[in-house]
C-alpha cells in the first residue's frame, strides 16, 4: 500500500484530502505544518507527499527546498496542493525545484487523485 504525507494548515483540507485517498486505497499521514511535515517524511518515508505553500512558521517552499538540498530525500515526490494565485506566483520556482505537479484549491477530487497516480507511476 502507497504511503502519502498530506500537509496543510488547514485541518479540514488535510482531512478531505485524507478520506479521499483512503477512499482509493492508499495509506495517509498527516502534518499541520512544515516542520511537522520534514519530520515525517524523515521518519516515515512516504511515496508523495501532497504540500499546501502557504502555512505558517516554515511555509511549503522551505520545505520543498530543504528535502531538494537532502541527498536521501530529494527524489520524494511533491504534489503542491494551493491557492491559484500562489500557483501563478511560484510556477517558475515550482519548475526549479523539480515539484512533480500543482493543483489550485479549490480541486475536482478527480484531478488530485489522477496527480497522485501519475506521480506515483512516474517514481
Known sequence: MKLILVVDDERDIVEIISELL???GYSTLSAYDGEEALESIRRNRPQAVILDIKMPGMDGLQVIEKLKADPELKKTPIIVVTATQVISELR??????????WIAKPFEP???LAAV?????AG
Open 22 to 24: 483512503r477512499g482509493e
Open 92 to 101: 517558475e520556482r515550482f519548475q526549479q525545484l523539480q515539484v512533480n505537479r
Open 110 to 112: 478527480e484531478d488530485l
Open 117 to 121: 497516480a501519475q506521480t506515483l507511476k
